[in-house]
């Protein structure tokens, strides 16, 4: 008989940005160190199908499953905190629901019947997460957004009904708010957190577990007496969570206060005894001050918002803490170096250079003239997607092809050292259309890549739709560079490494996104190394 899944819903209010993400994989994280099979799912009220297409500048990176779906960022938390890799099931948007549902009408899959919010949109969404969630002990299910928000509600419907239909005995509803502080009266104020849990009973929830997010550490038992009075949560299901140096502190902070013990509880699971020891090394280093320091400069084209790299910014950070390595880690205005407003000098600064994925047309020559520097000055390199295509130009360009470019700089021009794809050319303008997430890449023997790898097959997630023109490819070796990573089955260029360089490293794939907290990727530990020997 198969296993029957339990099921956590995380719902946030108050403000945006509270931390329902961490919270969940936290949970997850808790759960699994004590054996516990678990799944997570994010539902995201956008009208978008998938995250492909959300500006990073407000919401941040799009992170990408090895199955090829674009999602939002919390995936790649997910995976971080769990080290267990997630698949499209786990990305669910409004637009895709609606997409469907609107296709099954058409194709009169309703007997005619009137199709509404509920039940047919409502059951929809039932049947994405309880898809997801079969094979699983436990399924946590994040609501994205607020409540009261207009677009959120037909998931919170949604949720309220299956807790019905499962049995309240197999679900656990987890609420985060906000306990602003009055600086001024020196007072915790609740009243915000009581309207929110008002607004969720009178959506037919009522919360088990409450996480209050707080600016500052306090005891003080009053608040959590009067948060039990207005909410009905009692008294030892209410964490008061602060900020915390680390985000990979927050499931110790939340066993702390016994959450974990209490969702066992009302999901009448058995309690083992957790096994977190190599995720408490992990946070003493993470604190540590070590007598290293390394300083990194990320050529970036999106300055306002650190999400946009988030996964690039926690692998260098992993890596250098195993490496008892403090990493400052710098933004450098890719479209100030363009416009010569920056001085490239200043790039001897740095114990290494990084250059990140991105699109479009903005700030591409200030990519590559980085890159250029880095080559001639032997710094560091690690090119990520993009930057393995900015780099192999830059090397072209050094070594006297002054005019080697790529097929979003000059589309016109018969020395694109980069171009688009076969199977991509017309379809630059829609959505989902990339070559998305793993390929197989077969790594040359005796190469710096070899050996950080310790292999010669590796699988990486990708995301992309240009490629190195195989028109240019033999003269890769005189411009300095070595092909050592190629797709066996397409003969794509994979990995680019420098010749007669200290590291200069470039990946069409995203090795970020394969990256863990304790057990960072090889080419950044390798990156992080080389900028240590420096």
Not at 100 to 125: C, M, S, W, Y
Not at 202 to 207: A, H, R
Not at 308 to 327: D, H, K, M, P, Q
Not at 488 to 501: A, M, R, T, W
Request: net charge positive; aromatic share 8%.
């Amino acid at each position: 008989m198969p296993k029957k899944t339990k099921y956590i819903f995380v719902t946030g209010g108050v403000i945006s940005g509270l931390g329902k993400g961490i919270t969940a994989a936290s949970i997850a994280k808790l759960l699994k160190s004590r054996g516990i099979s678990v799944n997570l799912q994010k539902c995201d009220p956008y009208l978008n199908m998938d995250a492909g297409l959300l500006n990073p500048r407000e919401h941040g990176e799009c992170f990408v499953t090895f199955d090829g779906a674009e999602t939002d960022l919390d995936l790649g938390h997910y995976e971080r905190f769990i080290d267990q890799e997630l698949d499209h099931k786990s990305s669910l948007m409004s637009g895709k629901v609606l997409y469907n549902l609107i296709q099954d009408e058409r194709a009169g899959k309703f007997d005619g019947d009137d199709v509404q919010i509920i039940p047919h949109l409502t059951n929809a969404i039932q049947d994405y997460i309880t898809k997801a969630g079969k094979g699983f002990d436990v399924h946590i299910v994040e609501i994205g957004g607020t409540v009261g928000d207009y677009e959120s509600l037909s998931f919170i419907e949604a949720i309220r009904e299956l807790g019905i239909k499962l049995g309240l005995e197999n679900c656990v509803y987890i609420h985060v708010v906000y306990l602003p502080f009055i600086n001024t009266s020196k007072e915790i104020k609740t009243k915000p957190a009581q309207n929110s849990i008002r607004d969720l009973r009178g959506l037919g929830i009522q919360p088990n577990i409450l996480i209050c997010r707080s600016e500052d550490k306090f005891k003080n038992h009053r608040i959590i007496q009067k948060i039990n009075l207005f909410s009905g949560v009692a008294q030892e299901r209410i964490a008061i969570v602060p900020n915390a140096k680390s985000i990979y502190q927050i499931p110790l902070l939340l066993k702390e206060f016994g959450i974990d013990k209490q969702v066992l509880n009302l999901l009448g699971l058995k309690e083992t005894k957790p096994d977190l020891r190599q995720w408490e090394e992990m946070i003493v280093l993470a604190n540590k001050k070590f007598q290293r320091k390394i300083k990194v400069g990320i050529i970036a084209k999106y300055l306002d918002n650190a999400d946009t790299y988030l996964s690039v910014f926690e692998a260098l950070r992993s890596a250098a803490l195993w490496n008892n390595t403090n990493i400052e880690i710098c933004w450098v205005d890719a479209a100030g170096i363009e416009a010569g407003n920056y001085d490239l000098e200043k790039l001897k600064s740095f114990d290494g250079i990084l250059v990140p994925g991105g699109f479009g047309t903005s700030a591409l020559e200030g990519k590559i003239q980085a890159a250029q520097y880095a080559l001639k000055n032997n710094i560091p390199y690690l090119g990520l997607c993009l930057g393995l295509q900015m780099g192999v130009i830059a090397a072209a360009r050094n070594a006297g092809l002054k005019k080697a470019t790529s097929f979003e700089i000059d589309p016109k021009s018969n020395e694109q050292i980069i171009i688009t794809m076969e199977d991509q050319r017309g379809k630059e303008l829609t959505g989902g259309t990339m070559r998305l997430g793993n390929y197989e890449c077969k790594i040359s023997k005796d190469t710096l890549v070899s050996k950080l790898y310790k292999t010669n097959r590796v699988i990486e997630r990708h995301r992309h739709r240009g490629e190195c023109n195989p028109k240019f490819t033999s003269s890769f070796q005189k411009w300095g560079l070595r092909i050592c990573g190629i797709n066996p089955q397409s003969k794509l260029v994979e990995i680019v490494e420098g010749v007669d360089h200290k590291f200069f490293v470039g990946t069409q794939f995203h090795p970020e996104f394969k990256s863990r907290p304790t057990r960072p990727h090889p080419l950044f530990v390798g990156f992080i190394k080389s900028m240590i020997d420096k």
